[in-house]
């Protein structure tokens, strides 16, 4: 049978369990009630398609489980997108509108939250710690659009993002206790860096991590892990990373791994680390190292302390002491692009420059 109508036929098994309460265990029995001459390859494939629509996240689950995959898109009905090893293309998964209206609700059911045209967009996590953000309609005028940013972080070294002399240089910063910013785009291997740099924080250091989605798997025997949280349905119950970073400072911390620095909380970074915190090690999104410093300038004044610019600028350059900027090469590749020193909070010294 062709995938398209087996596709149809899961379908309407699945829309039969649902009508009789059926679950799991009735699959086959349903299967057999309406495509009793499927083949025996046939009918797993129908099971395996059933059962994610009862279970999991119907036709992308098996998207979820390859780990060559780091993002899922989906524009609306229609063919699904994916991004494998650093390029987009095309999936194998159609998706019609009611499959789609119901991989919305499994979605954002178990994390308590709601889309609707009041609330037309939300940002959550799956199981696997994947981050997902939804937009509806109206705004989504094709919609809904789903994307999913799988939780695919390799264990890896420091020593894969650049050449022996790149490696070893970062692993003594750490393990000067150097506090490092890791800047570059979306995608760039931030994240992924940040968790190669903070294997190399002394194994008896009691490390504190403050994230707005838990991606970080730090390889280390001391690990304290804080995740922001949003605002329930009914508004209430958030938790920002300013909140988490302050409470942070009061347990006691020999270094703080801040997943990324995004808002005003960056005040508060600057701060701790002028007050004793070095070593910090944390990422931001900018295309450069000094675009790096000028943005957590501005995030730090976006706290609304009305410190003029010149003393953010000294304190950036007190607490600051590197800028690694990452980059994704054409081939999909990650690599540390730029090693810079701090002079100010405007102001960099090369370390070393890629090609």
Partial sequence: MAEAPLLDLAEVVHGDLLDQGGGTAEIFSAIARHAPLLGARERESLHRQVTARLAGLGSIEPLLVDREISEIMINGPGVVWLERNGRIEPSGVVLNSSELELLVERIVAPIGRIVDPRRPWVDGRLADGSRVNIVAPPVAIDGPYVTIRRFVLRAEDVSDFGPPNVASMLSELVTRRRSIIVSGGTGAGKTSLLNALAAHVATEARVIAVEDAAELRLQHPHVVRLEARAAGVEGVGAVEIRDLLRNALRMRPDRIVLGEVRGPEALDLIQALNTGHSGCLSTIHANSPTDALRR??????????????????????????????VERTASGAREVAAVVEVVDGETVRPLWCGE
């Fill in 296 to 325: 957590l300038s501005s995030l730090v004044m976006s706290a609304g302390t009305g410190l003029p610019h010149e003393a953010i600028r000294t304190q950036i350059g007190s607490a600051v002491d590197v800028v690694v900027q």
